[in-house]
Nanobody, 124 residues
Framework: QVQLVESGGGLAQAGGSLNLSCIVS????????MAWFRQPPGKEREFVAA????????SYSDSVKDRFTISRDNAMNTLYLQMNILKPEDTALYYC?????????????????WGQGTQVTVSS
């Protein structure tokens, strides 16, 4: 059974940075295409970024492109999201997700495995 555990969330000021981590257990992370999603208060969950099994292919939503960077360390079974130039609209519960297939999916339904989320709050 695969388990995903996020960490690194917290409170940041606008313009600041945070680095999220997601540790994969139960199976080595290089089995999976992985992604970050987020759910802002009162809104639906939305795609943030995805990365291929070997870290070569990456995809970002337009709202975070050029500010956030997704990366992975398969030796450490860990996924990262470096978030820079944070904005109040980045406030959300951030989820790590994983799937077997190779496509860099942007839809929730494509991902089978999910973490519990880590809260990010950005003050203006």
């Amino acid at each position: 059974q695969v388990q995903l555990v996020e960490s690194g969330g917290g409170l940041a000021q606008a313009g600041g940075s945070l680095n999220l981590s997601c540790i994969v257990s139960g199976r080595t992370s290089n089995w999976y295409t992985m992604a970050w999603f987020r759910q802002p208060p009162g809104k639906e969950r939305e795609f943030v970024a995805a990365i291929g099994r070997n870290g070569v292919g990456r995809s970002y939503s337009d709202s975070v492109k050029d500010r956030f960077t997704i990366s992975r360390d398969n030796a450490m079974n860990t996924l990262y999201l470096q978030m820079n130039i944070l904005k109040p609209e980045d406030t959300a519960l951030y989820y790590c997700a994983a799937k077997i297939s190779d496509a860099l999916g942007t839809k929730e339904r494509e991902y089978r495995h999910w973490g519990q989320g880590t809260q990010v709050t950005v003050s203006s």
